[in-house]
């Protein structure tokens, strides 16, 4: 592969940045570190909200950048500024949480980089997550209401994101068709084998890497991404350099430029090293 000149990098967390165990490598610690230190932007670019990422990326020295909830706002934490924000207007959240109660799923709704769930929900989280890392992860970083329903409706206002966790396959096969049929406007994908995640049209990955990009004076072909997951697959197409981790869904390595390790190997501190670093 022809030598880029990458000035930013775009790291999807879960599947891609952090091993299965959720965890933050020193390996990958140290190659993030070493392309800081050339002056390379580097950023969590995830579908977690910004309360959701983890404390010792966030703030990791030398990251500055954060790309949150699907694209749908980008912040520059050393400002304490959002550069970038497409939410979800009430009129469609408040329809798509109409469409989504009818299944067995875990619902939550993000506001201002916050996760917000029902609390009796949060209390059986293992019938709808079966992974100890991402029951740790959910129970941690989400805030337990009575009603997210009513939540949604008292506020009456935009939203960075909403997130189902399913039950069962046959409910979330049946949820994405019946959104998909009458939300046109809201972007759904699913990062997790289980969950429908729902944005603004214009909240994705790709498209708020590339503005951020604009905003910095770095050009598409000058930025790197590695992805996993559905929500992936266009900033992964979009970058100068796509990099799809061997664990990565079929879709996503289409669209790559090339494949690297798994996240269990360091796969995306690995590519970093090859392509950027040597």
């Known amino acids: 592969m022809t030598k880029r000149n990458i000035r930013m990098i775009g790291l999807d967390l879960d599947g891609t940045l952090l091993d299965s165990n959720k965890v933050f490598t020193e390996y990958s610690r140290d190659v993030i570190s070493r392309a800081l230190e050339r002056g390379v932007i580097v950023l969590p670019a995830t579908g977690r909200p910004a309360s959701g990422v983890p404390k010792e990326v966030m703030e990791f020295p030398g990251i500055r950048y954060a790309l949150t909830s699907n694209g749908a706002r980008v912040l520059d934490m050393q400002e304490g500024k959002v550069l970038y924000e497409r939410l ?52 941690n970083t989400r805030r337990p209401v009575e009603d997210v329903f009513e939540m949604c409706y008292r506020e009456r206002r935009p939203l960075d994101k909403i997130q189902a966790l399913f039950a069962s396959m046959e409910d979330k096969r049946a949820a994405f068709a019946e959104v998909g049929e009458k939300l046109p406007d809201i972007t759904i994908c699913g990062a997790l084998y289980n969950n ?62 090339c494949v690297t390790l798994s996240n269990d190997e360091d796969g995306a501190a690995k590519a970093i090293e090859e392509y950027v670093l040597k």
């Open 196 to 257: 429908l995640e729902a944005n603004a049209k214009e909240a994705r990955k790709g498209l708020a890497l590339v503005k951020l990009g604009e905003l910095l004076g770095i050009s598409r072909k000058e930025i790197m991404a590695c992805g996993d997951g559905s929500n992936d697959i266009e900033m992964v197409r979009e970058a100068g350099l796509g990099v799809a981790m061997a664990n990565a869904i079929a879709e996503v390595k289409e669209a790559a430029d």
């Open 88 to 139: 979800i207007p009430y009129e469609d959240g408040a329809g798509l949480l109409e469409i989504l109660k009818k299944y067995d799923a875990l619902l939550e709704i993000y506001y201002e980089g916050i996760g917000y769930a029902n609390r009796r929900d949060l209390e059986m989280v293992e019938r709808y997550m079966p992974s100890a890392p991402m029951v740790d992860y959910i129970r």
